[in-house]
């Protein structure tokens, strides 16, 4: 611990951006409440996207000190079988950032050209991790390729991460290259579920500290509707996506007895977009006083509690220097021998 205290900027890594990610997300659904929550609603969506905006930066400025003070910990980040797919993280909470600026602030406002700006570059990062993740794969294994300790629910924040490209870039005038980078996305989701469920089969689940990453599968089903809605198709195949994040809630939540036995850790915020996107889909598509208005709301009510013990715990963690050491993520052995 007295190491880590010295250096606690070193063990600030990719997966931190998952709190901008949950952050975003909540931000999104609480917009999506306006309909029957009226100005509140839109109030607390626009205090979770300063809160969004104030976290990216704090831990861009981070990454950026990590860099220059620690460069052998990124390398680390981008070289580990497991952990490599959370750099996708950054790109992913640049482009929640400009979805929730474009939302908030519409798409004409006067700071148009800073959402922008800010869908490009996300957008264009997003590919490119997208291809540097899957070009791994044509690597021997010894050299970094395709592993199956490294097909964890992780995998779909790089892959499927591409599917938020349409909520901000249709409103910004980018509908072609929004539906074309969508695609891609869509392409590779049910392709990484059949490599997930594989893996189960071959080597067991991933290890106990990243169970939580379970809920990451809530999250293509549940964008994918949104994206489907944002570029004009048809209502109905958006209720299919949401009975798919449904039915996933409900059947990863078989996991949360063995998450609630969990110390505290990084991981635990994947939980909070996926449940985020699932509310967001669920109020967009709930008209006021239908049963399903009822669902969203229960479940905007429950994600914005989980994000604020997120938030407390991570305060804590902070304050005890549980979350500035380093992590047990689990090794190539460990994943085999499960």
């Avoid at 400009?98 to 490009?120: E, M, N």
């Amino acid at each position: 611990m007295a190491a880590a205290d010295k250096t606690p900027l070193k063990f600030v890594g990719p997966a931190w951006f998952s709190m901008v990610m949950g952050l975003a997300g909540l931000s999104l659904a609480w917009y999506r409440a306006q309909p029957m929550m009226g100005d509140t609603a839109g109030v607390l969506s626009a205090l979770l996207g300063a809160a969004t905006l104030v976290a990216l930066v704090a831990l861009l400025l981070a990454a950026a000190l990590r860099w220059q003070q620690h460069p052998q910990a990124w390398r680390e980040d981008l070289q580990h079988p497991v952990r490599h797919p959370f750099i996708a993280a950054l790109p992913v909470s640049i482009i929640l950032l400009a979805t929730v600026g474009t939302a908030l602030l519409g798409p004409q406002g006067g700071g148009a050209w800073a959402l922008q700006w800010l869908w490009g570059t996300g957008a264009v990062l997003q590919w490119a991790v997208t291809l540097w993740v899957l070009k791994r794969w044509w690597r021997p294994a010894a050299l970094g390729g395709f592993q199956w300790a490294g097909i964890t629910p992780v995998m779909f924040i790089p892959v499927v991460g591409n599917v938020l490209v349409p909520l901000a870039g249709v409103p910004l005038g980018h509908a072609e290259w929004s539906a074309a980078q969508f695609a891609v996305g869509l392409v590779f989701w049910p392709l990484l579920m059949v490599l997930l469920v594989v893996r189960i089969g071959l080597h067991g689940l991933w290890p106990e500290r990243l169970l939580p990453s379970a809920f990451i599968m809530l999250s293509p089903p549940a964008v994918v509707g949104l994206s489907l809605l944002q570029m004009g198709a048809p209502v109905a195949l958006a209720w299919g996506c949401w009975g798919v994040a449904l039915f996933t809630l409900l059947w990863v939540s078989a996991l949360l007895p063995r998450i609630k036995a969990l110390a505290f850790g990084l991981p635990h915020w994947a939980i909070s977009f996926p449940l985020a996107a699932t509310t967001a889909l669920s109020l967009r598509l709930a008209t006021p006083g239908s049963a399903m208005a009822l669902f969203a709301l229960a479940l905007l009510a429950l994600t914005s509690v989980v994000v604020l013990m997120l938030l407390a715990a991570t305060v804590q963690g902070l304050r005890q220097g549980t979350l500035l050491a380093p992590e047990p993520v689990a090794t190539l052995q460990v994943a085999a021998n499960t």
